[in-house]
């Protein structure tokens, strides 16, 4: 069974940081890309960042490049995002996905697999 587990969510300051980390299992994480998205109610997913299987290549929207840094550790099967200088609108339920293919691409994503998603709010 497919399954991925994003935790480390929470209440955070504007200007703190959170790292969020998603344990996947039920397939072979070394052989997929990841990534993670966000969504605020009411509002569209917003694809935030994504890694290539093996770690050499990243991606980052613009919204949170240099504030965000996405990684992964094959070998505990599990992709992580530092989220530093943390701005309320970053508020929002983030999520990882796996991707299609060992090079991440936002538009290849394997929607049969998704996780519950972890809830960061950013406010003083």
């Known amino acids: 069974q497919k399954q991925l587990v994003e935790s480390g969510g929470g209440l955070a300051q504007p200007g703190g940081s959170l790292r969020l980390s998603c344990a996947a299992s039920?397939?072979?994480?070394?052989?997929?890309?990841m990534g993670w998205a966000r969504q605020v109610p009411g509002k569209n997913l917003e694809w935030l960042s994504g890694?290539?299987?093996?770690?050499?290549?990243?991606y980052y929207a613009d919204s949170v490049k240099g504030r965000f840094t996405i990684t992964r550790d094959n070998a505990k099967n599990t992709v992580y995002l530092q989220m530093n200088s943390l701005k309320p609108e970053d508020t929002a339920t983030y999520y990882c996905?796996?991707?299609?293919?060992?090079?991440?691409?936002?538009?290849?994503?394997?929607?049969?697999?998704w996780g519950q998603g972890t809830q960061v709010t950013v406010s003083s």
């Open positions: 890694i290539r299987s093996d770690g050499s290549d990243t």
């Open positions: 996905a796996k991707g299609k293919r060992a090079i991440w691409v936002t538009e290849q994503v394997d929607f049969t697999i």
């Open positions: 039920g397939f072979v994480f070394s052989d997929y890309s």
